[in-house]
């Protein structure tokens, strides 16, 4: 149980064009999600958080109008960078939990999304 | 905001050998979990273990949450055990969310035959 899924796995795209990330819960409601960035030989960094039905919480630092994250459904999250640049290449996860809005417990993450913007 | 550092950053190991990595975190936490990531960056849930003592196979985990700090322990490695492996924290606050986490560097483990 408790897998997350993500689409696509990798994507390369040209400087200029938006694209999309899907996250989804397989077997499990999600009442919020999580969106990270890696980049390589380092450590995870938290871009989001977002609750089903309401406004992403942005971390310090993250451009809210670049990285624009729905959170439609309880089993469905997006991440779309707009306005792709080079320097937007990174490794992207997700990551899902259930619980109150106060304590959640695991989160479960999804398989990744490689960007290479060109 | 807390702070998570992990120990060794680096480690080598011949098949067969045991290891402890260790977390050390800045403050007091309601939610620690161990991951191992591996080569394809796949995020894999070894233990949620804000406290206590748990163990799944070759693997176990010891969270001393009043000292600050959290041990994987890995036995009898083998070369599939390779990776990174990352702790990560969220702070007891207290009356608010409690759930987002914070990662450690992670340490980089190399099992070689």
């Known amino acids: 149980g408790a897998v997350v899924s993500q689409h696509p796995s990798r994507v390369i795209c040209k400087s200029g064009t938006s694209v999309k990330i899907e996250c989804r819960s397989l077997?499990?409601?999600?009442?919020?999600m999580f969106w990270y960035r890696q980049f390589p030989k380092q450590s995870l960094m938290l871009m989001a958080t977002s609750n089903e039905g309401s406004k992403a919480t942005y971390e310090q630092g993250v451009e809210k109008d670049k990285f624009l994250i729905n959170h439609a459904s309880l089993t469905l999250s997006t991440l779309t960078v707009t306005s792709a640049h080079p320097e937007d290449s990174s490794f992207y996860i997700c990551?899902?939990?259930?619980?109150?809005?106060?304590?959640?417990?695991?989160?479960?993450f999804g398989p990744g999304t490689r960007l290479l913007v060109l | 905001g807390i702070q998570v550092e992990q120990s060794p950053p680096d480690l080598i190991l011949q098949e067969g050998a045991n290891s402890t990595l260790r977390c050390n975190f800045s403050?007091?936490?309601?939610?620690l979990q161990w991951f191992h990531q591996n080569p394809w960056g796949q995020l894999i849930n070894l233990f949620y273990i804000p406290s206590g003592t748990k163990q799944n196979g070759r693997l176990s985990a010891t969270t001393v949450a009043t000292e600050r700090y959290s041990l994987l322990y890995i036995s009898s490695s083998q070369t599939t055990d390779s990776g990174v492996y990352f702790c990560?924290?969220?702070?007891?606050?207290?009356?608010?969310?409690?759930?987002?986490?914070?990662f450690g560097k992670g340490t980089k483990l190399s099992v070689i035959p």
């Open positions: 077997d499990f409601q999600a009442t919020t």
């Open positions: 990551s899902a939990s259930w619980g109150t809005p106060i304590f959640q417990e695991t989160q479960y």
């Open positions: 403050d007091s936490v309601n939610n």
């Open positions: 990560a924290v969220a702070p007891d606050l207290s009356g608010a969310g409690s759930y987002q986490l914070t």
